[in-house]
């Protein structure tokens, strides 16, 4: 079974920043789709940003400019930078992999942006 273990989750003010970092337990290829995705207290688990078969990045609109996706395949870790992080920015981030067609997630890591 893969796991996924997140790790830089906390309390951050206004335009901090924090990093996630998400280092899985077998083998991670460009092949394979990485990356994180958030939910909020309320709302539904959104995209926040993903990087799939090819190096191609897929980040939300709401996040773009601000957060920053790489990968590390030789550690299999996939990191997630973010800065000026906001308010609205709070939730429980999850890492997630996919491989062929099995999808897996991390436990996941609360990030609270407040002052």
């Known amino acids: 079974q893969v796991q996924l273990v997140e790790s830089g989750g906390g309390l951050v003010q206004p335009g901090g920043s924090l990093r996630l970092s998400c280092a899985a337990s077998?083998?991670?290829?460009?092949?394979?789709?990485m990356g994180w995705y958030r939910q909020a207290p309320g709302k539904q688990r959104e995209l926040v940003a993903v990087s799939t078969s090819g190096g191609n990045i897929n980040i939300a609109n709401s996040v773009k400019g601000r957060f920053t996706i790489s990968r590390d395949s030789a550690k299999n870790t996939v990191y997630l930078q973010m800065s000026s992080l906001k308010p609205e920015d709070t939730a429980v981030y999850y890492c997630y992999l996919r491989i062929i067609v099995r999808e897996y997630w991390g436990q996941g890591t609360q990030v609270t942006v407040s002052s």
């Open positions: 077998t083998s991670i290829y460009s092949t394979n789709t």
